[in-house]
């Protein structure tokens, strides 16, 4: 049996990463790969059940230390339950968001430390790290547009934090991808979908 790959497609808002997702799925499978699509927070029962509880706009919400709290567990589970197993079958994980989320929302939008995400994310899963992690970049009118389409003024909790926290996170992402250029790919996320894809596939190919 061929060893599992697990990809991790991270950004912003509405920046096209389920759609993304949705795409190299396709191809993989027509490809010949099993693949599994999952995402963050969520992919388990328990996982998106912590998803309810962060996202909700309703109540008064969670500190910044609760939250990334919240989010380590939910990935432990999700990691436990879901991720490493299909790994092991020899599957393809592709997952929508995974632990850059934390260290970009948690870290560089709320301001804990990079080292405290990390640590949290030692004990929950085992510091286990995506194969490669595709970051989608967006300027933020497009991606304003998009959202606007897509969701007409609605937002979950921390979709709906203002334009300097969203600022911080994209700025966060980018330094990790900067850091850590054999972890990550930057892709242009503007273009039509199937532009994207095509930038997305020459990102993968080497795994
Ligand atoms: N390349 C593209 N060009 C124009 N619109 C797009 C493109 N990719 C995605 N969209 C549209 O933009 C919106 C946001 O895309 P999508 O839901 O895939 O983003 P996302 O990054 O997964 O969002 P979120 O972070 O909220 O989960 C959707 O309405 C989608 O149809
Ligand atoms: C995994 C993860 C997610 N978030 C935030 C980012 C988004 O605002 C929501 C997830 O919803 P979406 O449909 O993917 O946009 O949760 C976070 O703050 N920290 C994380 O670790």
Do not use: C
């Amino acid at each position: 049996m061929s060893a599992g790959r697990f990809i991790a497609l991270e950004g912003g808002e509405g920046v096209g990463k389920s759609t993304q997702l949705r795409l190299l799925a396709q191809a993989l499978q027509a490809d010949g790969h099993v693949v599994v699509t999952t995402r963050e927070p969520g992919g388990t029962p328990g996982a998106e059940a912590i998803r309810a509880m962060v996202l909700a706009n309703e109540g008064e919400g969670w500190g910044p230390r609760a939250e990334a709290l919240l989010f380590a567990a939910a990935r432990a589970d999700h990691v436990d339950r879901l991720i490493r197993p299909a790994l092991e079958r020899g599957e393809w994980v592709l997952t929508d968001r995974y632990l850059d989320s934390s260290r970009a929302y948690q870290g560089g939008g709320s301001g804990l430390s990079d080292d405290d995400i990390l640590a949290l994310h030692r004990i929950g899963s085992e510091g286990l790290l995506p194969d490669r992690t595709i970051l989608l970049t967006l300027d933020p009118e497009e991606t304003a547009r998009r959202l606007t389409l897509r969701d007409e003024g609605r937002a979950d909790r921390i979709g709906g934090r203002d334009a300097a926290y969203h600022a911080r996170v994209a700025a966060a992402f980018r330094r990790f991808a900067e850091a850590e250029p054999h972890r990550f790919t930057l892709v242009d996320a503007s273009g039509t979908p199937e532009s994207v894809h095509a930038r997305i596939l020459s990102a993968v190919s080497g795994l």
